[in-house]
Every structure is written in C-alpha cells, then in structure tokens.
C-alpha cells in the first residue's frame, strides 16, 4: 500500500494520509518483521522524484507484493518530518521495518542497490 504526504497523491493512484499513520502500523507489525514500512523523502514532483517513486514502487511489487507500506514526503510540504528524521538530501529512502534501519540517499534508479539496500538480494 502506498502513502502520501505529499502532491504526488495524483501520480500513480496514491493515497494522502494523516500525519501519524505511518507510526501508528509500526506498533501493528507482526513479530516476524515480514513487513516493510518505507518512507521516501521527495523535493516536490520532479523528475528525479517521479523516477525513484518509480523504482521502489517497482521493487516492492516484484519483490514485496502485499507485503509493505510506502509513504511519501515532500520535504516542502512537512519540512519538520524531514527534519526529524535527519533526512539531508533527496530523493531518501528510509527502511523502518524490518531492522535494521536503512537509509538510501541519491539516484535510486540502480535496482541492484536498491535490493542491497533493502536487504532483498540475499533473499531473491
């Protein structure tokens, strides 16, 4: 399921969301860690913003089906959300769940990098 914070909500069919949500399905994960909670931090509706929402909607389709939750953010729109998060740099991709925590920061587009990233290379 796809989150958004964001102007993206018209790309893609995306849903906006109450600030909260995204913390509020942390405390519902299963122990199991199965499923993955991502945040991507975005500047707005540019290119480079619209191709790494792209690849990791990708990704997780093929490698995640039913099993994550991606919110979007738009660093303009919740400037303290980004700033709470430490995010310095866009587009970042913040890993929530399963541990550990990851962060991906930069061109997104490598799909190789992405699956390392979201430690699904060893598990393809």
């Known amino acids: 399921m796809v ?10 069919g995306l849903l906006t969301t109450p600030t909260g949500t995204f913390e509020r399905s ?4 299963p122990s199991n860690g199965d499923r993955y909670l991502l945040r991507l931090y975005v500047t707005g509706m540019t290119e480079r913003s619209m191709e790494a929402f792209d690849a990791i909607k990708s990704v997780c389709e093929e ?5 994550y939750d991606l919110e979007v953010v738009d660093i303009y729109q919740q400037p303290a959300l980004a700033k709470h998060e430490q ?3 866009a587009p ?3 890993k929530k769940q399963p541990l550990p925590l990851r962060r991906l920061i930069g061109d997104l587009a490598d799909k190789e ?8 290379s060893r598990k393809i």
């Open 3 to 12: 989150k958004a914070t964001t102007n993206l909500r018209a790309v893609n």
């Open 26 to 29: 942390l405390a519902r994960l």
């Open 63 to 67: 490698h995640l089906a039913d099993r």
């Open 87 to 89: 995010v310095i740099a």
């Open 92 to 94: 970042t991709l913040v």
């Open 113 to 120: 990098r992405l699956l390392f990233g979201l430690d699904l």
